[in-house]
């Protein structure tokens, strides 16, 4: 050839056939097809792009999902060369590298084009690009056109309704098979023709923040440690130390929370309190073993990992998604059937093989049951909204991450898992308040394209259990127990600890004061009282919070004072007289005292539950008349009326009956014998009397 022709014209030979992507073939078919000019007419930027093109047209390709990160860069590193070589000034090196470039929009009539580009970036990295271009290779996808086709009108139609409403541009989906791996669906934006939004980017495959949506997997890393959907958390604000103290999305706290709540209304001290219990590091090798592919440096992260601190890709948490609903199985993620050469020899063609187990099916199990479990995450997100399906069981979770820069919803029944990403594509706020941005994008596909599937339950592995526990502290139920809930555990977190947290005691009737061993039953009562610490009782930034929660919501308040019968005190108000138990002849006076006079509004004294007489101003007393004295006992009560609207209320019982007189005579007193111990005695004697006078 050399000896036919000179190098420029070997050269012109060569720029005038070379592929340079995208079905152009030809430096002017190039310039034509990317920017709608002749080579002629292009500028020194423009022209710079095209030399950058040949070495791998898939690759640099503009319309590929990384174009800003591989063909700019190769451009400017062509242009830099230029200047070094002289062909071109330092300024026009710097306007060149300045210039905004203008691609038009793919003419052709390609369909799926988000998946048909992922799919030249897989051949071209197995094949090379010259067997890309040149090979005439025939490629079988595992594209399901059908769900395609819903995908793309879907998303293209909730676009405008987002901008208008939330400022989200762009949306993604994905949808795959659980059980085979292979990718039913991809769209990697809302109009991959739209240069305003960067449509031709693949979001699919980019990595952005996942919010909420990794808490799942955290939690099925504690279920394999042996937390259970039962398990209690506090949710109470807690400083986890480097100034990190996340608050939940509505901004409240609820204290003890089981799992399943948590999990459910996606609380996010609990979570963090999980991963905490979980570790970073198994968390993450949980998430690569289901699919992730990113988080590859885990010293980087901290708790903030399970509010989705660490970014990953659309596809591949969906694909993670995809092993809950496969009951801990994965199948590898797949794009490609078959691919065939020109001449129809098969090069590759995929087998089906037995799916790798990698998460437990007990413990993916769990998580799938809490995820399904609409109830229990109506107080969040409302009963039977877009993360339901109509008849048809299916688990589904949300994420949003700070500043609602992005909006995710991951899906999925026993064949079919669809994730879903809204936000926009220069990372700006998405403006709204609804936590759940991306499920009714969601929602929409996933009723349409299972509208002709058979609906399935969820198989339940063997170890499964159902176990009636206490409905706040998650374990086996006691005497103490006020109220109860039918919980399922995996085979080795079924609970044998009994509940510790709440507590049957007995008191006096109308008091918190614990009756002493003689007290008389008819002037006694047991009441329910619960205890509540943290996870890690031994650590004061996470048990003094929950203290300090549960001293404001009325917990904690164990008793641990005998009744001396000298007072009755509710803290803010008392009863100075009568004492507990004493015998009234005839009409009486009942005088009370409050700790705070000028907060009252006005107090009530009360007989038997009727009301006697309201008293605005000291002194706090009334007369209690018309007793009837038929030997049992009556209730006092005495009401304190606040300033603010609040109420509080302090009672004694007393016995309204005849008087008596005997005199008990102590043979060989002892110190501290009296009154308890002595109150013990003549009790077990079978005698109820009035004690006057000790002599």
């Known amino acids: 050839i050399e000896k036919l022709y000179t190098k420029l014209k070997i050269l012109e030979m060569y720029l005038n056939g070379i592929p340079y992507g995208n079905a152009y073939y030809g430096v002017e078919t190039a310039a034509q097809g990317y920017f709608g000019k002749p080579v002629a007419d292009l500028t020194l930027a423009e022209s710079a792009v095209l030399a950058a093109l040949p070495q791998a047209p898939s690759y640099y390709s503009p319309y590929g999902a990384d174009y800003a990160k591989r063909l700019l860069p190769r451009k400017d590193w062509v242009l830099e060369r230029m200047f070094t070589l002289g062909y071109i000034t330092e300024k026009q090196f710097e306007e060149a590298k300045a210039e905004k470039l203008v691609f038009l929009p793919k003419r052709d009539s390609i369909r799926a084009p988000h998946f048909v580009m992922y799919i030249k970036e897989l051949l071209a990295d197995k094949y090379g690009e010259r067997m890309l271009e040149e090979g005439g290779l025939k490629v079988t996808t595992t594209l399901d056109w059908e769900k395609q086709q819903v995908a793309e009108d879907i998303t293209a139609a909730q676009a405008p309704l987002n901008q208008e409403k939330y400022k989200a541009s762009n949306a993604a989906l994905v949808s795959i098979d659980p059980n085979t791996g292979e990718i039913l669906a991809m769209v990697g934006s809302a109009d991959y023709f739209n240069t305003d939004i960067d449509g031709y980017v693949n979001v699919a495959i980019r990595e952005r923040q996942p919010g909420s949506a990794f808490k799942p997997i955290v939690y099925a890393a504690a279920f394999l440690k ?73 010293d980087r992260y901290g708790l903030s990992l399970v509010l989705g601190g660490a970014e990953v890709k659309l596809l591949d948490l969906t694909a993670a998604y995809g092993v809950l609903a496969a009951g801990g199985k994965k199948a590898p993620t797949m794009a490609v059937l078959k691919v065939e050469d ?58 949003t991450t700070q500043d609602y820069r992005d909006g995710w919803t991951f899906g999925y029944t026993p064949d079919l898992v669809t994730g879903v990403w809204v936000g926009n594509n220069d990372n700006s706020e998405m403006d709204h308040s609804d936590a759940i941005v991306a499920a009714p994008l969601w929602n929409q596909y996933m009723r349409k394209v299972t509208a002709k599937m058979p609906v399935k339950a969820f198989p339940v592995p063997e170890g499964i259990r159902s176990v009636v526990v206490d409905e706040v502290s998650g374990k086996l139920p006691t005497e103490a127990t006020p109220s109860t809930k039918t919980e399922v555990f995996a085979s080795w977190s079924a609970p044998t600890e009994t509940d510790n947290i709440h507590k049957r005691l007995r008191v006096v009737t109308g008091t918190d004061f614990l009756a002493p061993s003689g007290w008389p039953e008819t002037q006694a009562e047991y009441k329910i009282y619960t205890e509540l610490h943290s996870e890690r009782p031994d650590n004061s930034a996470w048990e003094n919070p929950v203290l300090t929660w549960a001293k404001d919501n009325g917990f904690n308040n164990i008793p641990i004072q005998y009744y001396d019968g ?130």
């Open 226 to 298: 042996g937390y259970s959907p039962a398990t209690m958390l506090m949710d109470v604000h807690t400083n986890f130390g480097n100034g990190y103290d996340p608050f939940n999305y509505d901004g409240k706290f609820r204290g003890p929370v089981s799992i399943r709540s948590a999990l459910a209304g996606s609380l996010n001290v609990p979570a963090a309190k999980t991963l905490a219990y979980v570790g970073v590091n198994e968390a993450i090798n949980l998430a690569h073993k289901m699919g992730i592919t990113t988080m590859t440096e885990p």
């Open 342 to 399: 020109r001449k129809g020899r098969v090069l590759e063609e995929h087998k089906p093989a037995p799916l790798r187990e990698v998460l437990d099916p007990e413990a993916a199990y769990l998580v799938t049951n809490i995820l399904s479990d609409d109830a229990a995450r109506s107080y969040i997100f409302g009963a039977g909204g877009s993360l339901t399906l109509p008849g048809r069981p299916v688990a589904a979770k949300t994420g």
């Open 566 to 695: 000298t007072i009755a005190s509710s803290g803010e108000i008392n009863i100075v007289s009568p004492h507990q138990g004493d015998l009234v002849t005839g009409n009486f006076t009942v005088t009370a005292s409050v700790q705070n006079e000028s907060g009252v509004k006005e107090i009530g004294f009360y007989y038997d539950n009727g009301l006697v007489r309201k008293v605005a101003s000291p002194p706090w007393t009334s007369e209690i008349s018309g007793v009837v004295l038929d030997g049992k006992n009556h209730m006092v009560t005495v009401r304190l009326f606040k300033q603010d609207g609040g109420t509080q209320e302090t009672s004694v019982s007393i016995v309204a009956g005849q008087s008596q007189s005997d005199v008990v005579t102590l043979i060989n007193p002892n110190a501290n014998f009296f009154p308890i111990d002595l109150a013990a005695k003549l009790t077990d004697k079978g005698k109820q009397l009035n004690i006057d006078k000790v002599e």
